[in-house]
């Protein structure tokens, strides 16, 4: 327990949080249940494994464990267990230990979105630490970067091809994006994995749908981000990550959806005049010191 209190505290979850953690740790120590949580996290992180941590997880969303802890938490305290191991495999490759707090400071950002979604402290989306637990996925300033294979075939004209691995953007929910994080946080992945030339950097969000200088103010950070990239397909996916932006599920009636940001309300009213919310996928070109935008992709 000592291991993960440490833990919390060093990126910065709340006490709050931290209570309902360790609360609920001691409900599953005390019904038994922790033990399997602390053997398993173990085996998986001594060589990871994501076929064996994905099905590790559906088994905890599954289980009616003893204690009556909400999934949502017991796949949390998995989660912060295996991160106790993280740091001495980022110490073996030479990396920064920054670079691990910041890295594993989505955990926070995770559990924070679950409480205002679900009214529950946990994480829900629990898969997605697959990638930093395969070391994949590394936060460098403002940003998150992984190395994955493409799964697309329509930017070939970058030299990038399905199958090829390619360096992907992923934002984490913990602040403003001003141009200045994000270009410093670009040259950061640039020298962190060794690029050279123009790099082509991609990002699959909803950030860099077509339709988004509808919705973001011309000026705004959003607006100068979406700028940045060339958008070359778009998922019509009735707009998955609505949660993301209104903290609930969409229900296809956007009158239904708060409006207390102007973000919420650009987008309410995007929606109100036939605009359909998805996924785009981007991309940009970085030399290590500027971005430049693919005409052609």
């Known amino acids: 327990m000592e291991k993960i209190k440490s833990l919390m505290n ?25 033990k399997e949580l602390k053997e398993t ?33 017991v796949a949390c305290i998995f989660i912060l267990l295996c991160a106790t191991y993280l740091e001495n495999l980022f110490v073996k ?29 946990g994480i829900f989306a629990s898969t997605w630490f697959w990638g930093l637990f395969a070391m994949e996925i590394f936060k460098l300033g403002r940003l998150q970067f992984q190395t994955a294979h493409v799964w697309f075939d329509e930017c070939e004209t970058i030299n990038v091809k399905q199958g090829d691995n390619a360096l992907f953007i992923h934002i984490p929910s913990d602040g403003a994006l001003s141009p200045e994080e994000v270009v410093a946080s670009l040259k950061d992945a640039y020298a962190f994995f060794e690029c050279k030339g123009n790099v082509p950097f991609f990002l699959h969000s909803w950030l860099t749908q077509p339709g988004n200088e509808n919705i973001f103010p ?57 605009g359909r919310m998805g996924c785009g996928y981007g991309v940009l070109l970085f030399d290590g010191k500027n971005i430049f935008k693919p005409e052609i992709c």
């Not at 490759?93 to 594993?104: A, C, E, L, V």
Request: charged fraction near 30%; aromatic fraction near 14%; glycine fraction near 4%.
């Open 10 to 34: 060093r990126i910065g979850v709340s006490e709050e949080a931290q209570s309902d953690v360790l609360n609920s740790y001691q409900c599953l120590s005390e019904k038994g249940d922790i």
């Open 218 to 274: 011309k000026g705004s950070n959003l607006r100068w981000l979406y700028e940045q990239f060339t958008i070359f397909k778009f998922e019509d996916d009735n707009f998955r990550d609505c949660w993301r932006i209104f903290n609930v599920e969409y229900n296809g009636n956007p009158d239904s959806l708060p409006q207390e940001t102007r973000l919420q309300k650009n987008i309410v009213s995007y929606l109100k005049n036939g």
């Open 41 to 73: 996290s173990k085996k998986i992180m001594e060589d990871f494994n994501k076929e064996e941590y994905l099905l590790f997880l559906g088994r905890i969303n599954a289980a009616d464990n003893k204690s009556k802890v909400h999934p949502y938490m």
């Open 93 to 121: 490759r030479g990396i920064d230990k920054k670079i691990y707090i910041d890295s594993i400071s989505d955990i926070w950002c995770k559990m924070e979105e679950c409480k205002k979604l679900y009214n529950v402290w």
